[in-house]
């Protein structure tokens, strides 16, 4: 089993749906839980990073990590084209800092 | 503002033709890192350097070697490259503090083994 699990199929939505993509993982000593964006041809960049358990928003992205299921979510709402990437997400321990990806997700906004 | 620079940005080599990869950060990060993106196989971790003058081996190591030059550079040789090597290669670096993880990422290099 792969430390970090994320579905790698293609999400097509209509503009201004909300977006949905998640992992989950086996590691329980990751504390540290990122989302990636990585347009094409281009190299990743950090989109949203939280630490442990709980919520962070950010704009029309909100991030959620639930460390007692081992489940991480990204949801974009009111999706626009400028979405339209691959993302990633990432993990890890503290004091470590070797993050362990997850396969990504290439989400397709359709105007 | 450079942030982390790979060349070169494409290339495509014979098999068994060897070269090296070049990366390097202008952040004063301790930590650096070379990454495989494959479709279907996300990052792979292929070596890193948690700190200037030292190198460790991640997920994928066989066939690569690695050198920290100095803070700034990291490289990486493919000594006697195969077709399986055929991938697209990002550098990246961080901060070694304990809850400072995030990696900042090269624009990639696209590599193609004949």
């Known amino acids: 089993q792969k430390e970090v699990e994320q579905d790698p199929g293609p999400l097509s939505v209509p503009e201004g749906a909300i977006v949905s993509l998640n992992c989950t993982y086996s590691?329980?000593?990751?504390?540290?839980f990122m989302w990636y964006r990585q347009y094409s041809r281009k190299g990743p960049e950090l989109l949203m990073y939280?630490?442990?358990?709980g919520n962070k928003e950010d704009g029309r992205f909100t991030a959620q990590v639930d460390k007692s299921s081992k489940y991480i979510s990204l949801f974009i709402r009111d999706s626009q084209p400028s979405d339209s990437a691959t993302y990633l997400c990432?993990?890890?321990?503290?004091?470590?800092?070797?993050?362990?990806f997850g396969k990504g997700n290439q989400v397709v906004v359709i105007p | 503002n450079a942030g982390v620079t790979q060349t070169p940005k494409f290339q495509v080599l014979k098999t068994g033709q060897s070269m090296t990869l070049q990366c390097a950060q202008d952040?004063?990060?301790?930590?650096m890192y070379w990454y495989r993106q494959d479709p279907g196989m996300g990052l792979r971790l292929i070596y890193y350097?948690?700190?200037?003058?030292?190198?460790d081996k991640g997920e994928v190591p066989n066939g690569y070697n690695v050198s920290r030059l100095n803070k700034r550079e990291f490289s990486l040789r493919l000594e006697s490259a195969a077709p399986s090597q055929t991938s697209v290669y990002f550098c990246?670096?961080?901060?070694?503090?304990?809850?400072?993880?995030?990696?900042?990422f090269g624009q990639g290099t696209r590599l193609t083994v004949v």
């Open positions: 990432a993990m890890s321990v503290y004091g470590n800092n070797r993050l362990a």
């Open positions: 939280t630490y442990s358990s």
């Open positions: 952040m004063n990060h301790n930590s």
């Open positions: 350097s948690a700190s200037e003058g030292t190198t």
């Open positions: 590691n329980s000593a990751f504390q540290y």
């Open positions: 990246a670096s961080s901060e070694s503090s304990g809850r400072n993880t995030e990696a900042f």
